[in-house]
Structures are given as C-alpha cells and as structure tokens.
C-alpha cells in the first residue's frame, strides 16, 4: 500500500477531513514524515492556515490494518522489569491526576470508567487500582476481540460490542486515541454515545503547537506518521468539541514523555530501554521547557454531555 509522489501532494478535503464544521479551512503542506510502520511510505502533514489543524495524508480508508498484531509503539505488551516499572510511574502520576481533574459530582458515588482505545492496558489496570479504594471500575475496550495480556480477567469490552454499553458509563477516558482516525468527528461520536447523558469525557492528544516539533521536525515523536492521522491545536479541538454539542468543562494542559521516543527517531531506532530511561533522565527538562513557554505536548479537555 506504499503512497506515490502525486498522492503526497493532493491536499485534504476540508468538507471530509476538518475535525470541525468550519468552512474556512486552507490546508499548507507542512512537510514529509517518515512511515514508523514500514507499511504505506512517507506521508505529508498538512496544516490548516486559519484553525492550526493538521492532517496526514493520503487519507487510509481503515487504518486497522496498522495494529493488526499489537505490534506498534501504542501496544508495547513486552514491558517488563525496568521498563514496566517506568511505566508504571508514570501512568500512576497520570491516573491521579486524571482523576483529580474530573469535576467534583464525579465523586460523589463510584464511577464507572470505560478506557477507550485502551491500547496495552497498563494505564487501565493502574487507573483501576487507583479508583478501587472509593469502589469505582475501569472497563477496557479497544478493536481486538480478545483483551491485551494486561487485562485478561479484567473488565474488557471490544469496540464491536459497544453499542451494547451505550449511556452506561459515568466517565469516559480517551486518552491519544482521536489522532488515530481520519474521521475524528466520527470517532468523538462514537466515545460520546458510550457515555451517560450528564457524564464526563476525558480527551487527551497531542498538541500541534508544542514546541519539540519546532524543534525537531518531522522527527518529533507525535506526528508518528502513519498512525497519526489528526493532529490537533488547541483551537481545533474546541472547535470541535463544541460542534459536537459537548460542554468544555476545561482544557489542561499535559506534559507527555515523549523525549525518548524523539531521539530512538533522530537515531533511526526503535524505542528500547536505553530510550526510555533517556526519556525519563530528561523529563523534568520536558516539562519546565514546556511550562514555561506554555506549549505542551499533550492537551487533555475535560467534557460534559449535556444531559
């Protein structure tokens, strides 16, 4: 399925690709990203002009082909020792702050947390261990029929049975999960629907302004062609969300570990231990750079459907 000079040169379709209804998008090549899947080739980021999206192109009619075996970075099921100790740190640091930046209601009972595109699973069994004590469970969900490694035996649901779960859940957490589809509007439709009128939905992606991909380009970790599909800014999310009819509770903004995942790619290497340790070594450094100029790499919007 490799792309051809002439398809990395048509432009998107603002009526079919723009994450919100506006008709203003004007799309500008931003540049040529690598294939980290060795499947399709290079693929070309465009930018919207106006509302800073951006998008990667040619279009893939389904690009479930691409996780086929649970092979990407998303998946990772290999962590082990050190590694998945790393992880671990940092996924309970997240949990927690996820949880305290759901809105106050959301505890007033034991919520029900559906961990959409749940990916390894091993945020979803550590935000399941972070929720236990006030009696609250966490159900994964992603295409594959059977669960990953991390969640057998635990509450798991494939995303081809979920219209069985629509409504049933108090929070759903969708956490880099939007970015993987070239129909965003279409995929937020689905997370919202599993979702009780009143409930929360917590939505985290990169963001297309954050500073590392100034710095490194093409390289930088999240445009991750070609499983990045859309990439957001901050005005592009909200406009979205709001399109959706969903109400901004708050956008926060997340300093993701993605330094060890840039440099395995200025390496032309695959993103093992001496990279992650590497990324942690160099997070604090991260995350002040990103602070200070107020440009993150993640944006996390906390939304409530009406009721």
């Given at each position: 399925?490799?792309?051809?000079t002439?398809?990395l040169?048509?432009?998107p379709d603002?009526?079919t690709?723009?994450?919100?209804?506006m008709?203003?998008?004007d799309f500008?090549?931003l540049?040529?990203?690598?294939?980290?899947?060795?499947?399709v080739?290079?693929?070309?980021?465009?930018?919207?002009q106006?509302?800073g999206h951006?998008?990667?192109m040619p279009?893939?009619?389904?690009?479930?082909f691409l996780?086929?075996?649970?092979?990407?970075?998303?998946?990772?099921?290999?962590a082990a020792?050190?590694e998945?100790?790393?992880?671990r740190?940092?996924?309970r640091?997240?949990a927690?702050?996820?949880?305290?930046q759901?809105?106050a209601d959301m505890?007033?009972r034991p919520?029900?947390?559906?961990?959409?595109?749940?990916?390894?699973?091993l945020?979803?069994?550590?935000?399941a261990?972070?929720?236990?004590?006030?009696?609250?469970?966490?159900?994964?969900a992603?295409?594959?029929?059977e669960?990953?490694?991390?969640l057998v035996?635990?509450?798991?649901i494939?995303?081809?049975?979920?219209?069985s779960a629509r409504g049933r859940?108090?929070?759903?957490?969708?956490?880099?999960?939007?970015?993987?589809?070239?129909d965003s509007r279409?995929?937020l439709?689905?997370?919202?629907?599993?979702v009780r009128?009143g409930?929360?939905?917590?939505?985290?992606?990169?963001?297309v302004?954050?500073?590392w991909?100034r710095?490194f380009g093409?390289?930088?970790?999240a445009w991750?062609?070609?499983f990045h599909r859309?990439?957001?800014?901050?005005?592009?999310?909200?406009?979205?969300?709001?399109?959706a009819g969903l109400?901004?509770?708050a956008?926060?903004?997340?300093?993701?570990?993605?330094?060890?995942?840039?440099?395995?790619?200025?390496?032309?290497?695959?993103?093992t231990?001496?990279?992650?340790?590497a990324?942690?070594?160099?997070?604090p450094?991260?995350?002040g750079?990103e602070?200070l100029?107020?440009?993150?790499?993640?944006?996390?919007?906390v939304v409530?459907k009406?009721l």
């Open positions: 399925m490799k792309m051809t002439a398809a040169s048509q432009a603002p009526a690709r723009c994450p919100s209804t008709p203003r998008c500008a090549l540049g040529v990203a690598p294939d980290m899947s060795g499947q080739g290079p693929q070309a980021i465009w930018r919207c106006q509302c951006g998008l990667t279009a893939l009619p389904d690009p479930a996780y086929a075996a649970r092979e990407s970075q998303d998946f990772q099921p290999e020792g050190l998945r100790a790393i992880k740190w940092f996924f640091r997240q927690r702050r996820l949880i305290a759901l809105p505890h007033r919520m029900r947390v559906l961990d959409f595109g749940c990916g390894s699973g945020f979803t069994r550590v935000l261990e972070e929720l236990a004590p006030s009696g609250g469970t966490v159900t994964g992603d295409f594959h029929a669960a990953p490694p991390e035996g635990q509450p798991w494939p995303m081809a049975e979920l219209s859940f108090d929070v759903v957490q969708a956490s880099h999960v939007l970015e993987h589809d070239d279409g995929l439709a689905r997370i919202a629907a599993t009128p409930g929360v939905l917590v939505l985290e992606v990169p963001d302004d954050c500073v991909a710095v093409m390289k930088w970790d991750y062609a070609p859309s990439h957001f800014s901050r005005s592009s999310l909200c406009a979205m969300l709001i399109d109400d901004i509770v956008i926060h903004d997340i300093c993701v570990p993605t330094m060890g995942r840039t440099l395995a790619n200025l390496m032309g290497r695959k993103n231990l001496p990279f992650i340790l990324g942690a070594a160099l997070h450094l991260q995350w750079v602070a100029g107020h440009t993150p790499s993640a944006l996390r919007a409530r009406p």
